[in-house]
């Protein structure tokens, strides 16, 4: 029995959690990528045009598919299109273009009458026309990811700077601007089999300094009942119901306003941290989900009992990373510590503002939130990350 894992670049998802959790089930993977020079070479790899659906099912013929699933932001739709033509379980293709395209969700949103996000897109080679009382707003590519490219804009001549700027890097890319949505940043976790869905838990994430929105750390913090009966009602609209899904929004004046939903697991090694803090095979279960069984299944945990709290080494310069702490797994009291790399030493890298300067993360998984913190303090004190600019 073959499962066919579509992806772009290596990942950690796919290395150190979908691989190993295929074998864990008894089958064959293959990854289906566009890039194959770039995986190692123990990984069984083809090539294929991943973004064309047609070619995703010519390359599954030569072995029967049980499974099709992707974890990748860019390949949702054209995995569901392609999982669809083989009959076997996946998303909605339309679900994960919606998700995929932050001005289609907005509607879908509205349409619902769920909530109201004042968005203007600016197709390339089009000039902003945003109204005034838009600012603050933020600007950001329709379909970007890891908050690349992502910016607060104060005033109508920021907001001209910047898709200039963005326009710089990526002249063919249609961009969004998006009212500004004051609140804590927060994210739900969930599972579903297309008919029920469950929810994981959550992050609160703590942000660095604007007119960026990088992700510096995130403290357990599952969403309160109120807030889960909201968030469904938006996934509902949707139609987000298959599978793993990450979604970030804001509570403000208790009512829940999205951020944006990724159709996939949570990224950056904190899908790897859920299984542990979880206690539980995840990537197995969404494995399983696409083998067509039912969430009940799956045997989730009502509770957990633990906290956990992440934190990101962030590069604060462009350079050469020449020293840093390898892969790093330790116990500190009743807490488990890890700190695990995510750029090579050796490397240069531009400073961008965003998710790709993380140099490492490090987490503390134990009993309580005062006991994590201090323990992964401790930790971070005695590491060093060097640039040389």
Known sequence: MRLYLTALNPTDAVLD??????????????????????????????RCAVRDPAAVVAAT??????????????????????ARKLGLPGKDPDAARLC????????????????????????????????TGMFPAVVKPREGVASEDAYL?????????????????????????EEYLAGELRTFETLGDGTELASLGGWRTGLGP??????????????????????????DALGVGFGACHTEYVVSDG???????????????????????????????????????????????????RYAHVEYVCADRSGRLVAAPGPLDTVHGDVRLGCRPLREVGRTAEHTGTNRDYLAVLHGIGPDEGTVRQSLTALRNGLQWTIVE
């Open 255 to 305: 009512r829940v306003r999205l951020i944006e939903v990724n159709y996939r697991l949570i990224g950056d090694r904190m899908d790897l941290i859920l299984a542990d803090l979880l206690g539980v095979p995840l990537f197995e279960y969404v494995i399983r989900l696409h083998l067509g069984e039912p969430l009940a299944a799956l045997g989730l945990p009502d509770t957990v009992d």
């Open 17 to 46: 959690g979908f691989l190993p959790a295929a074998a864990s089930l008894g089958l064959s993977a293959t990854v289906l990528t566009d890039r194959p020079a770039e995986w190692p070479a123990d990984v069984p790899v083809a």
């Open 100 to 131: 995929k395209d932050k001005a289609a969700a907005r509607r879908a949103i509205a349409a619902a009458g769920l909530d109201l996000v004042r968005t203007v897109t600016i197709d390339p080679d089009t000039t902003p026309d945003v109204p």
């Open 210 to 235: 604007p007119p960026t929105f990088t992700e510096e750390s995130l403290a357990w913090s599952p969403p309160a009942e109120q807030a889960r009966t909201q968030l469904r009602a938006r996934l």
């Open 153 to 177: 804009v104060a005033d109508r001549a920021e907001l001209v700077a910047r898709v200039a700027e963005i326009r710089g890097r990526r002249p063919d890319v249609a961009l969004v601007v």
């Open 61 to 82: 013929a030569a072995t029967r598919a049980v499974a099709l699933l992707s974890n990748s932001d860019h390949l949702q739709e054209a995995t569901a299109i392609a």
